[in-house]
């Protein structure tokens, strides 16, 4: 074997994919460290000879690979947490493998580059979980485990772990983190190196590819053959291929900022905004005074709408500007502080500024101060603007004591009077004068306000209007007042806002009738005001004035501008106030127009149908919309908008029950129906648990308006769920007589056959089939009920009936004993029931039937001698007297006898 043939490279090459030359040496270091292995200096010289010879078999190698993990995990976890830097070495030199595997991999074809690039960004996130764990105390053990697997890791081997690009802290400093030298190449592989860079100097492309292939198979993590083959790919116009093998070489050597800065260019040209953010961020952590790559990100920051970090960019390069750009630092602070203020952040806007004054005094105008104390006084930090104008205005404050300057931090109550220069321009003395009021200084403002008085109020107003908002908001009304009703009176300020503070100052001070009529004014000019109109209606309401303060909380959606949003808080206060004066009609109307703010907007016969039918909350909606897309969308009339309100769901099924409540007493079923129906739709009743009593209330309303075919879907349900209440079999059977509809059999057949024992669905279907005429059917029906109520007289009734009918038909076999049964059973019901008017008029018509006229006769007399079975205001509804003495007449006539039938007519027949 030959020197070349025992050199580095070819130990390498035999033990690739095996065990590398890096973890063999690792462990023997390891080993000698422990006193486990002892080497001379020869031998170790010539240990990598040894392995090459062969003296380390396949199996035996991957012995020493499980004894070098475990030795180097027992190693570092016996070092001491100050030996970092060793213990990242030695973790770098046990991942080389993998690094080696998988770069081979990629270079052969058998891994692409968008796999390798999501490994990398799973490597970042995984080292910043690693690195938060080691700062908080954690043994190397616990990100071992997690670095082992990182191909990141591998090619990042001399590179300090880093976060994502979205947690980089522009503040970090940089020069506090210990940087590990990147590792050479060997000295065969740089003349190698510089042969590839020579042919790719002479032209001879192919060649100086093979090469940097051939460096990379043998040292997969040095980054110079990755630069070269970017620059060989980019002459040979393979961009593609030039941005990725650019981008490993610089994960591969991370702290060149230049070569991040190039990949973020060739990013942008390609257009992956994104990306390049990404590399400026890895460029700006190495070089992070470099203000190009901060001002590049910032920009592309702001191209993707991500103003927020853009801004914390600047604030970066604010950092990094010199003292002798004092000019760009102003210029940008103020720039950046807009940009804050436009986007709601003031209070990074005011800290910008503040750094901006504190550092460049002198080139600070009186347009940034008055910036400045406009977003401090926002922010109400009154003190820091009257230190603000102290500091760069020349205002003093002149205490009594000691007749010096004295400072805020005891308050302003020993402060004798304020010294203004008086090049100090209006507007910020004004602002200095809000500051003093909010900061219990009211002793000091009259003798600052008295330059505003010299001012024109028409040009000067809103220096004025500053002064009363800030008594007002101190709670100082009364010297607010004088301030407005200068204000008001004036020509270019006469506006509905200026009436209104001016009201609620005059309010404040119990001034009722003033504040009255001012209200009055401010709804004059703004009449889609609701502050004004709920303040005026107050005031109305306190002075007995409620039908006045009903029409001043009409809105102006109600007077017949649609396009105008409804305050329902407003509308709410008009409901009740309606309620309290007992006007219905404008009541009902109004509670209405509240509730429709909740409920599905339904028009349609098809669209109560759909709500009649679905028993689910969810499942009405979904059908709606269905019948909403499918019209077509001129066809639907505009819907009122609604502003957001404060009325509790409690207050809204309120409101509803007493509209419910009073439709029904005015007799308004048609209405009834529409509002009951529309609360089904209702969300907020859904999530209240409200769904049984918005049925039940909607099936009542169909009951009234008369309209079984909704009614019944809704009884239908109710009783399905409800099945052993016999007061909903009473409303069921209500709903079938009135409904003309026979599909109430075949749902009792079915409902039957699942409750054989249920009486009253047994009762149901013997009365559909009497009803059809089938009557040994309703027999069969009727006889199991007699078998378990043996003692009810209702169907023993029904029984006898049923033999009458039977009786009656024309082929009947076996009349007479058909007749016998049927004068059993009722004589039997008439046993069980009493003597009464009802049990006679039913035997009077049974034997009526039955063709039995002087028996009929008979039982017809008794029941008219009977008294009322019930006495009360609705007794002709029990009243059965003129149906008997109709029968009566009829019998009288069929035998001759006009005079009896007309005796009994004119005594019980005629009104």
């Known amino acids: 074997m030959d020197d070349n043939e025992a050199g580095p490279s070819n130990i390498f090459r035999s033990l690739l994919g095996e065990i590398s030359e890096e973890q063999w040496e690792t462990y023997k270091e390891i080993k000698r460290e422990q006193s486990n292995l002892v080497l001379s200096d020869s031998e170790y010289d010539s240990s990598d000879n040894e392995a090459n010879d062969g003296n380390v078999s396949p199996w035996h190698q991957s012995d020493i690979e499980m004894e070098l993990d475990e030795a180097i995990i027992e190693n570092?976890?016996?070092?001491?947490?100050?030996?970092?830097?060793?213990?990242?070495?030695?973790?770098?030199?046990?991942?080389?493998?993998?690094?080696?595997?998988?770069?081979?991999?990629?270079?052969?074809?058998?891994?692409?580059?968008?796999?390798?690039?999501?490994?990398?960004?799973?490597?970042?996130?995984?080292?910043?979980?690693?690195?938060?764990?080691?700062?908080?105390?954690?043994?190397?053990?616990?990100?071992?485990?997690?670095?082992?697997?990182?191909?990141?890791?591998?090619?990042?081997?001399?590179?300090?772990?880093?976060?994502?690009?979205?947690?980089?802290?522009?503040?970090?400093?940089?020069?506090?983190?210990?940087?590990?030298?990147?590792?050479?190449?060997?000295?065969?592989?740089?003349?190698?190196?510089?042969?590839?860079?020579?042919?790719?100097?002479?032209?001879?492309?192919?060649?100086?590819?093979?090469?940097?292939?051939?460096?990379?198979?043998?040292?997969?993590?040095a980054p110079e053959p990755f630069q070269t083959l970017s620059m060989l790919y980019e002459d040979m116009g393979d961009m593609e291929k030039s941005f990725q093998f650019s981008l490993i070489g610089a994960y591969l050597n991370p702290s060149d900022s230049d070569e991040w800065n190039k990949l973020a260019e060739m990013a942008l040209e390609q257009g992956k905004i994104k990306d390049a953010i990404t590399y400026y961020s890895h460029a700006i952590k190495y070089d992070p005074e470099n203000i190009h790559y901060l001002w590049e990100r910032c920009k592309l920051y702001e191209q993707l709408g991500e103003r927020k970090k853009a801004l914390i960019g600047y604030e970066a390069i604010l950092k990094q500007l010199k003292p002798e750009q004092e000019q760009q630092y102003v210029q940008l602070s103020r720039e950046t502080t807009k940009q804050y203020h436009e986007i709601g952040d003031v209070s990074s806007a005011i800290h910008v500024m503040e750094q901006a004054f504190n550092k460049c005094s002198s080139l600070i105008t009186s347009e940034d101060v008055n910036f400045l104390l406009e977003l401090q006084i926002s922010q109400q930090k009154y003190l820091d603007a009257i230190n603000i104008l102290r500091n760069h205005c020349g205002v003093s404050l002149i205490s009594k004591t000691t007749n010096k300057e004295v400072s805020l931090e005891d308050g302003l109550q020993d402060v004798e009077y304020c010294n203004v220069p008086d090049v100090l321009p209006i507007d910020l003395q004004i602002k200095l004068v809000v500051c003093l009021i909010h900061t219990k200084g009211l002793h000091l403002v009259p003798a600052l306000t008295e330059p505003l008085k010299q001012e024109n109020p028409e040009e000067v107003g809103d220096l004025y209007l500053d002064i009363a908002e800030a008594y007002m908001q101190a709670k100082e009304y009364a010297h607010a007042i004088p301030i407005l009703s200068l204000l008001v009176n004036s020509?270019?300020?006469?506006?509905?806002?200026?009436?209104?503070?001016?009201?609620?100052?005059?309010?404040?001070?119990?001034?009722?009738?003033?504040?009255?009529?001012?209200?009055?004014?401010?709804?004059?000019?703004?009449?889609?005001?609701?502050?004004?109109?709920?303040?005026?209606?107050?005031?109305?309401?306190?002075?007995?004035?409620?039908?006045?303060?009903?029409?001043?909380?009409?809105?102006?959606?109600?007077?017949?501008?649609?396009?105008?949003?409804?305050?329902?808080?407003?509308?709410?206060?008009?409901?009740?106030?309606?309620?309290?004066?007992?006007?219905?009609?404008?009541?009902?109307?109004?509670?209405?127009?509240?509730?429709?703010?909740?409920?599905?907007?339904?028009?349609?016969?098809?669209?109560?149908?759909?709500?009649?039918?679905?028993?689910?909350?969810?499942?009405?909606?979904?059908?709606?919309?269905?019948?909403?897309?499918?019209?077509?969308?001129?066809?639907?009339?505009?819907?009122?908008?609604?502003?957001?309100?404060?009325?509790?769901?409690?207050?809204?099924?309120?409101?509803?029950?007493?509209?419910?409540?009073?439709?029904?007493?005015?007799?308004?079923?048609?209405?009834?129906?529409?509002?009951?129906?529309?609360?089904?739709?209702?969300?907020?009743?859904?999530?209240?648990?409200?769904?049984?009593?918005?049925?039940?209330?909607?099936?009542?309303?169909?009951?009234?308006?008369?309209?079984?075919?909704?009614?019944?879907?809704?009884?239908?349900?109710?009783?399905?769920?409800?099945?052993?209440?016999?007061?909903?079999?009473?409303?069921?059977?209500?709903?079938?007589?009135?409904?003309?509809?026979?599909?109430?059999?075949?749902?009792?057949?079915?409902?039957?056959?699942?409750?054989?024992?249920?009486?009253?669905?047994?009762?149901l279907n013997g009365h559909s089939a009497m009803i059809a005429g089938t009557y040994k059917h309703a027999l069969g029906e009727y006889m199991p009920i007699l078998k378990t109520t043996p003692e009810d007289p209702y169907v023993m009734f029904c029984i006898g009936l049923t033999f009458v009918h039977l009786a009656c038909q024309k082929f009947a076999e076996k009349r007479h004993s058909l007749v016998i049964q049927s004068c059993a059973f009722l004589m039997r019901y008439y046993e069980l029931r009493g003597e009464c008017q009802e049990s006679l008029y039913n035997l009077g018509r049974a034997m009526h039937q039955l063709g039995l006229n002087s028996v009929a006769l008979h039982f017809y007399k008794k029941a008219l001698a009977c008294p009322l079975p019930i006495s009360s205001d609705n007794q002709d509804i029990f009243d059965l007297r003129h149906e008997i003495a109709y029968n009566m007449c009829l019998i009288y006539q069929a035998s001759g006898a006009t005079a009896l039938a007309q005796m009994y007519l004119r005594r019980y027949c005629i009104i």
């Open 76 to 221: 570092k976890l016996d070092k001491n947490e100050g030996d970092s830097d060793e213990c990242d070495e030695n973790e770098t030199q046990s991942t080389r493998k993998i690094a080696s595997e998988l770069t081979v991999k990629y270079i052969n074809g058998e891994m692409t580059f968008s796999e390798i690039t999501d490994i990398l960004q799973k490597s970042e996130e995984r080292d910043s979980v690693a690195e938060n764990e080691k700062n908080c105390g954690s043994q190397f053990c616990n990100n071992h485990s997690i670095n082992i697997m990182c191909f990141a890791f591998c090619l990042l081997e001399n590179e300090p772990k880093q976060s994502k690009e979205t947690d980089l802290d522009l503040d970090d400093d940089l020069t506090h983190k210990k940087r590990r030298r990147r590792k050479k190449l060997p000295k065969d592989l740089e003349g190698l190196m510089g042969a590839a860079n020579l042919a790719y100097a002479r032209g001879f492309h192919d060649d100086a590819i093979k090469m940097c292939m051939e460096i990379i198979k043998f040292e997969p993590s």
């Open 491 to 763: 020509q270019n300020y006469n506006m509905a806002a200026v009436w209104l503070r001016y009201g609620e100052c005059l309010n404040a001070v119990n001034e009722k009738e003033k504040a009255t009529e001012v209200y009055k004014k401010v709804v004059e000019m703004a009449p889609c005001h609701i502050g004004a109109r709920f303040s005026l209606s107050n005031l109305l309401k306190q002075s007995g004035k409620t039908q006045e303060a009903i029409i001043a909380l009409k809105q102006c959606y109600e007077e017949g501008q649609k396009d105008v949003a409804i305050d329902l808080q407003l509308l709410m206060e008009r409901c009740n106030l309606l309620y309290l004066q007992k006007s219905w009609k404008e009541y009902i109307e109004c509670g209405m127009l509240v509730l429709s703010s909740h409920f599905f907007p339904v028009h349609k016969p098809s669209e109560y149908f759909a709500i009649a039918f679905n028993q689910s909350h969810k499942r009405r909606i979904e059908c709606l919309k269905e019948i909403r897309q499918a019209e077509d969308s001129s066809e639907i009339p505009p819907e009122p908008k609604f502003t957001e309100s404060k009325i509790t769901p409690e207050e809204m099924w309120e409101l509803y029950l007493n509209v419910w409540q009073k439709l029904y007493e005015l007799g308004k079923y048609k209405e009834l129906q529409e509002c009951a129906m529309k609360a089904c739709t209702s969300s907020i009743f859904f999530k209240m648990n409200k769904s049984k009593e918005t049925d039940f209330l909607a099936f009542l309303a169909c009951y009234y308006n008369r309209c079984p075919k909704y009614a019944y879907c809704f009884i239908k349900d109710l009783v399905t769920k409800h099945i052993n209440n016999n007061k909903l079999w009473n409303l069921y059977s209500q709903i079938v007589i009135m409904n003309k509809d026979t599909r109430h059999n075949r749902f009792c057949l079915r409902l039957l056959w699942k409750n054989q024992d249920h009486v009253p669905l047994q009762f």
